[in-house]
């Protein structure tokens, strides 16, 4: 039996990892042109991170963000900052290059100008990177706040599947016929539909 489903307003959300010009051939080809938000890396041709200036802020379970938008051709390059994440990115720069010094220095063969990092030079040719998301799509009408909070949203289905898989035990079936599958597949539904009620209500009490 072939099931052939259609899906209207449907967004893919990619993970990191997954932009390239075939999958943005495929994604925009006549056949498909699904809409589409998929992460590029930070030193991306699309944006440049030397030279961006953030002209919208808002923020996001309490974090402020910052946001740039360039149209291109036929799609929006995003580039967010996250402050919390710049924040955390920026001290973890400055801590890894500081222990590597001390553990540098701990060496027998302690060669001062081979082994030891310069903290300063490092972090600022870093720091323009630190924090930052950006995304590619093809929705042009809406907002960078909606674009940001769309892509977030695989986070919560990450959550689902482990929650599904972790707390619930519903990963596999271990059914050996049709009916006890069809058993199996209505308790999995019955599941996400709680999972998600639960999720949806620590979500609205911030836990």
């Not at 449907?10 to 994604?27: H, M, Q, T």
């Not at 701990?106 to 060669?111: E, S, V």
């Not at 016929?177 to 308790?187: Q, T």
């Amino acid at each position: 039996m072939r099931c052939c489903f259609i899906v209207e307003d449907g967004i893919v959300l990619a993970d990191n990892g997954f932009a390239s010009s075939r999958i943005f051939e495929e994604l925009e080809g006549p056949q498909h042109h699904l809409k589409y938000i998929v992460p590029l890396k930070r030193n991306t041709k699309e944006a440049d991170l030397t030279a961006v200036e953030f002209e919208e802020y808002f923020s996001y379970h309490n974090r402020g963000i910052s946001a740039h938008m360039e149209n291109k051709d036929g799609y929006r390059v995003f580039t967010f900052r996250d402050a919390f994440m710049y924040a955390r990115e920026f001290s973890d720069s400055i801590c890894w290059a500081e222990k590597a010094n001390v553990t540098a220095m701990a060496k027998r063969d302690f060669d001062p100008d081979k082994d030891l990092r310069d903290v300063l030079a490092k972090t600022k040719e870093r720091e323009n990177s630190f924090g930052v998301i950006v995304l590619r799509t093809n929705i042009l009408d809406k907002p960078a706040s909606y674009i940001y909070q769309t892509y977030e949203i695989r986070w919560e289905i990450e959550l689902l599947f482990k929650t599904l898989r972790n707390t619930c035990k519903q990963d596999a079936s271990y059914m050996q016929d049709d009916v006890g599958f069809e058993a199996w597949s209505f308790f999995a539904h019955i599941t996400v539909s709680v999972a998600c009620r639960i999720l949806a209500k620590l979500r609205e009490l911030n836990l």
